[in-house]
């Protein structure tokens, strides 16, 4: 199955900055998703990203906080801009690989003090 | 909208019980999956469910769904604390690519 490498597995930011996370795909696919997971919580969907196009984002969610970027068919990046501590939280990626349904990054733990 | 409703959210149970846990799901949909999370870690793919009367069996685990229903159930037979985790079903949206995840269900299985 496809691998989806995901980076940093965790930091702690201060608030009022900006963090990237990046995803690697080993295969090329034409969606991916971004996620959030706050503690305790179900996943949330923030956006999809195709390649070539802007981002579609969920409600509650909006390009300014959470710009998103997809250069290519196998990589994305997810910034979490100006950041307070509601933005802890686990981050996830994932694509989807035909009938083999969704396959998810190791996922990014946020923390923002 | 789609909303994905898991019951239990939380199971307790002995080793060497069977135990059933319930998606329910408010709209139509084609695809159903389940996910196990362990704590501090990502979501691990355990069944693609595709179609009506869809039933998948991997090990202690028995995922099947009914479309009409909208339900989906995941068996759990002969319990050990290996699977100890939370598990998720994610529903997907009719003519989307989108999947919405249930609340979730924390099973402990007590040794």
């Known amino acids: 199955s496809a691998v989806i490498s995901q980076k940093p597995s965790r930091d702690i930011c201060q608030r009022g900055t900006s963090l990237t996370i990046q995803c690697q795909v080993d295969?090329?696919?034409?969606?991916m998703f971004w996620y959030r997971q706050q503690p305790g919580q179900s996943l949330t969907l923030i956006a999809t990203a195709n390649q070539g196009s802007e981002a579609t984002y969920e409600s509650g969610f909006v390009i300014d906080k959470f710009p998103i970027s997809r250069p290519n068919l196998t990589f994305s990046t997810l910034t979490v801009s100006n950041m307070s501590p509601e933005d802890s939280s686990i981050y996830l990626c994932s694509a989807l690989f035909g009938d083999y349904g969704y396959t998810f990054g190791s996922g990014t733990r946020l923390t923002v003090v | 909208e789609l909303k994905v409703e898991q019951n239990p959210l939380f199971l307790s149970m002995q080793e060497g019980k069977n135990y059933t846990i319930y998606c329910n799901y408010s709209?139509?949909?084609?695809?159903l999956y389940w996910y196990r999370q362990d704590p501090g870690k990502s979501l691990e793919s355990l069944f693609v469910?595709?179609?009506?009367?869809a039933v998948k069996q991997e090990g202690r685990l028995m995922a099947s769904l009914d479309t009409k229903a909208r339900l989906s159930t995941l068996h759990i037979t002969a319990a050990v604390h290996d699977l100890s985790a939370t598990y998720f079903c994610?529903?997907?949206?009719?003519?989307?690519?989108?999947?919405?995840f249930g609340t979730g269900t924390r099973l402990k299985v007590l040794a």
């Open positions: 295969s090329q696919v034409t969606m």
């Open positions: 709209t139509t949909s084609d695809r």
């Open positions: 469910l595709l179609s009506n009367g």
């Open positions: 994610a529903v997907g949206l009719t003519g989307t690519y989108k999947y919405i």
